[in-house]
């Protein structure tokens, strides 16, 4: 038995203006798919607050080793060897212990193994491209890949995706349901991507680069880089309201 | 000056982009032998307590065109009206019930969840809600997940006392958050754009 409750309270309001908006043309994909109406709101209820959880046992031994886990036996994914290691905190900076932590990406040439990538790049045939991992008690994460390519894409005649991984995360509540990209620092790109730029603060950006960590390294194995996370916080319940039928 | 309140901002989002499927549903893209079976493709068994139904889903973008790749997770109650979550403090959940789902759709756009009927659940000021599925929905060309909640075409009663479905200030706007029944199946379709564009929450 741990001596702590699970905390149950509302989630702090979203900062939409932090956000990339809905509407964002630069990134032409947005102009038919984005809402045009206000969304509603209202108090977080049971259906917001609570989530599914997963657990280690879920986990199979490469399933955080993309390099490994779609290599035949004895051959491994071409390219840069990374780890990825950081740590999911809320905003309140508390660590988010025990969450799904999923993500994917193209392989170092930039290539996605998806019929409907069309890259020139080829496929790397030790290479899927998908890993996850549930965060420690401390919010910890961490996974070895390879780093992505940059690749061209279909929005403007000449525009390139900077090198990125896409991470989609799980925390104790639906609603903090996140997906996002981290990127690499000292790429140039990055500033030049329209789906970087749909965010409106260089701030809120400097968030999805990772840190070049050279104490972090596996020495003659892998360089790595630092991502941490940080999920919606919430309301302690300390002085909460009773909540009837609660 | 005040103390300084320690407060970090969320990480921003991104889109899921074009091939969400590799990262969350690899076996429905031809990506096999990493996971034994996609997360969230069951969420029943046969010793489920509920209704089962079938729910299926369509997205339609602001051209009227069915979006195909986009990616819908669902988060709802069991029979009884209680989520399968440490951080529910009701009671304890049917453990034959996972509450959560995700699926990609199939090549005419259909998102299909074997799932059973929720019960009802409380509001904070512990008036009961009408059965919902909550819906979280990702996709390229969506740069922050889409939420909102699907309720069920025959709940008239339910739904009319429903704290949020009431309070909706545009009253025509209800329907579009209401799946009709048809045998077991109930079908929902959600627009993004348009006359018709379904409801979405900042919650």
Redesign the interface.
């Known amino acids: 038995m741990k001596n702590t409750k699970?905390?149950?309270g509302g989630f702090f309001q979203?900062?939409?203006t932090?956000?990339?908006?809905?509407f964002?043309p630069g990134?032409k994909?947005?102009?038919?798919?984005?809402?045009?109406?206000a969304?509603?709101?209202?108090?977080?209820?049971?259906?917001?607050?609570?989530?599914?959880?997963?657990g280690h046992e879920m986990l199979?031994e490469?399933?955080n080793d993309l390099t490994l886990?779609?290599a035949k036996p004895g051959e491994s994914a071409i390219g840069p060897r990374i780890i990825v290691y950081g740590k999911v905190?809320?905003?309140?900076?508390r660590p988010v212990p025990n969450v799904l932590v999923?993500?994917?990406q193209a392989n170092a040439g930039g290539r996605?193994?998806?019929?409907?990538?069309g890259y020139l790049a080829p496929l790397d045939p030790n290479f899927?491209?998908?890993?996850?991992t549930i965060t420690d008690e401390d919010g910890n994460y961490s996974f070895r890949t390879v780093q992505p390519g940059a690749y061209p894409w279909p929005n403007g005649p000449n525009e390139w995706r900077p090198a990125h991984i896409?991470f989609?995360i799980f925390g104790?509540?639906?609603?903090q349901?996140?997906?996002?990209?981290m990127y690499f620092e000292g790429d140039p790109m990055i500033w030049q991507c329209p789906?970087?730029r749909?965010?409106p603060s260089r701030?809120?950006?400097e968030?999805?680069i990772a840190a070049l960590d050279m104490q972090s390294t596996l020495p003659m194995d892998a360089r790595a880089y630092k991502f941490d996370?940080?999920?919606?916080?919430r309301r302690s319940t300390m002085f909460e309201?009773k909540?009837?039928?609660? | 000056m005040a103390q300084p309140l320690?407060?970090?901002?969320?990480?921003?989002?991104?889109?899921?982009?074009?091939?969400?499927?590799?990262?969350?549903t690899?076996n429905a893209?031809?990506?096999s032998?990493?996971?034994?079976e996609d997360?969230g493709i069951s969420m029943v068994n046969e010793k489920t307590r509920g209704e089962r139904i079938t729910v299926k889903m369509r997205l339609i973008?602001?051209?009227n065109?069915i979006?195909k790749?986009a990616l819908i997770?669902i988060?709802?109650?069991d029979a009884d009206g209680l989520?399968?979550?440490?951080?529910?403090?009701?009671g304890s959940a049917d453990p034959n019930f996972?509450?959560?789902g995700r699926q990609a759709s199939d090549e005419n756009g259909v998102f299909t969840f074997e799932t059973i009927k929720p019960g009802r659940?409380?509001?904070?000021?512990?008036r009961f809600?009408a059965p919902?599925i909550?819906l979280?929905i990702?996709?390229?060309?969506?740069?922050?997940?889409?939420?909102t909640?699907m309720y069920f075409g025959d709940e008239e009663a339910a739904n009319a006392e429903d704290?949020?479905l009431t309070?909706?200030e545009h009253q025509n706007?209800v329907p579009t958050l209401i799946a009709p029944r048809s045998g077991d199946t109930y079908s929902f379709d959600i627009y993004?754009?348009g006359d018709r564009?379904?409801?979405?929450?900042?919650?």
């Open positions: 699970p905390e149950t979203r900062d939409r932090w956000h990339p908006p809905a964002a990134y994909s947005t102009v038919v798919r984005s809402p045009q109406k969304p509603v709101s209202f108090a977080n209820t049971v259906s917001e607050i609570t989530g599914p959880v997963f199979g490469l399933d886990n779609f905190l809320d905003e309140r900076a999923e993500f994917w996605y193994r998806h019929k409907k990538d899927g491209g998908c890993g996850r896409h989609a104790h509540g639906f609603v349901r996140l997906i996002t990209q789906i970087v749909t965010i701030e809120a950006i968030g999805l996370i940080v999920l919606r916080g309201n909540l009837e039928g609660n | 320690i407060r970090l901002k969320e990480t921003a989002s991104q889109t899921a982009g074009p091939y969400v499927h590799i990262g969350l690899p893209c031809e990506i032998g990493v996971y034994p997360l973008d602001g051209a065109a979006v790749d997770e988060w709802q109650a989520h399968n979550s440490p951080s529910e403090m009701r996972t509450g959560w659940t409380p509001f904070p000021d512990g809600q919902h909550s979280w990702v996709a390229r060309g969506i740069n922050l997940g889409l939420q909640r704290p949020i309070r909706l706007r993004l754009q564009e379904t409801v979405f929450f900042d919650i």
